[in-house]
């Protein structure tokens, strides 16, 4: 109630943090979704421009994008669209969020469209910090980056 009530920053901070610790347990994952906890996610990340906020949000879906039961969920709620609008204020901190790319990397090979089209962009925007170059090499990612620049259709995927 207080991430959809309040304007304060530092609420929100604080809540977020708290959800993060929550979403760190697969038992509080499930809980957590079914209460429309992603969608909450997602809301927060879309009203805020603070990076300790948007980082303690990036967490949050890290780690339930860490559950593979769940997975189906966070994209419908909008968790990787979230992601990827992160992805783009810039601050690698949040960019960086322990597990995000490899989650990306994991799952850019999907059936549906409209969701391998979302992950393919996010993947391409976080190539395009210097500071994920690290975790570009380490997780493969450039493979994957590869991929897609030659298989993709989207113009602006292929032009990223």
Same mark, same amino acid.
């Given at each position: 109630?207080?991430?959809?009530?309040?304007?304060?920053?530092?609420?929100?901070?604080?809540? =977020? +943090?708290? /959800?993060?610790?929550?979403?760190? $347990?697969?038992?509080?994952?499930?809980? @957590?979704?079914?209460? +429309?906890?992603?969608?909450?996610?997602?809301?927060?990340?879309?009203?805020?421009? %603070?990076?300790?906020?948007?980082?303690?949000? &990036? +967490?949050?879906?890290?780690?339930?994008? #860490?559950?593979? @039961?769940?997975?189906?969920?966070? *994209?419908?709620?909008? +968790? /990787?669209? &979230?992601?990827?609008?992160?992805?783009?204020? #810039?601050?690698?901190?949040?960019? &960086?969020? %322990? #597990?995000?790319?490899?989650?990306?990397?994991?799952? =850019?090979?999907?059936?549906?469209?409209?969701? @391998?089209?979302?992950?393919?962009?996010? /993947?391409?925007?976080?190539?395009?910090?210097? %500071?994920?170059?690290?975790?570009? *090499? =380490?997780?493969?990612? #450039? @493979?994957?980056?590869?991929?897609?620049?030659?298989?993709? $259709?989207?113009?602006? *995927?292929?032009?990223?």
């Amino acid at each position: 109630m207080l991430l959809e009530s309040s304007q304060n920053t530092t609420i929100h901070r604080v809540a =977020s +943090g708290a /959800i993060v610790n929550f979403a760190m $347990s697969d038992m509080n994952q499930v809980l @957590k979704m079914s209460k +429309g906890g992603a969608q909450l996610l997602a809301n927060v990340a879309s009203k805020s421009n %603070d990076p300790q906020t948007l980082w303690m949000v &990036a +967490g949050a879906i890290t780690n339930l994008g #860490g559950n593979q @039961k769940l997975h189906e969920m966070l *994209i419908e709620d909008d +968790g /990787i669209k &979230a992601l990827l609008g992160m992805a783009k204020c #810039g601050n690698s901190d949040v960019i &960086a969020q %322990d #597990g995000a790319l490899s989650w990306l990397i994991t799952n =850019s090979i999907v059936t549906l469209s409209s969701t @391998k089209r979302h992950i393919e962009l996010a /993947i391409c925007h976080l190539a395009q910090n210097d %500071d994920n170059a690290q975790d570009f *090499i =380490s997780t493969g990612a #450039g @493979k994957e980056l590869s991929r897609i620049s030659l298989e993709s $259709s989207c113009e602006d *995927i292929s032009a990223t």
